[in-house]
């Protein structure tokens, strides 16, 4: 390589991240979430059911753990914060006019929103669960 070839700047860096609108995170996560509930269907034809209450199970346990984790501190990739803003947003973190989803961390509202929103995605799953299953006695 000659001295002129050296001493030019590498056209190749890394582009900047780019942020992703939370609504698009909501759609695409539902869509994986559709798609994977008509796979479950295809294989087991008999328990379409338990696949739904399955798909409310594991979207509610994503939501709870990727807050707990921003309460935590750690710092996490754009869609993972963006499932994290849900219950936060009720403590005033995430949000445009509030404080940033990072101040959250070992806030007493905060964890109060957080231990609410894991009651309610129990409750929520116990309800889903209730009226899609058969009840057989």
Request: with cysteine; proline share 4%; charged share 15%.
């Amino acid at each position: 390589m000659t001295t002129k070839a050296r001493s030019r700047k590498a056209a190749h860096a890394p582009a900047p991240v780019r942020t992703v609108n939370d609504g698009v995170v909501y759609l695409g996560l539902t869509m994986i979430g559709l798609f994977a509930l008509f796979i479950w269907g295809l294989l087991v034809q008999t328990q379409v059911r338990a696949g739904i209450v399955g798909l409310v199970a594991a979207a509610a346990v994503l939501v709870n753990f990727y807050a707990w984790r921003a309460y935590a501190g750690d710092h996490q990739a754009n869609w993972k914060e963006a499932l994290a803003r849900i219950p936060l947003r009720f403590a005033g973190f995430g949000t445009k006019g509030g404080r940033s989803l990072r101040a959250c961390h070992g806030q007493p509202k905060a964890r109060t929103a957080l231990l609410v929103c894991a009651l309610v995605s129990i409750v929520i799953v116990v309800a889903v669960a209730w009226f899609v299953l058969p009840i057989t006695v």
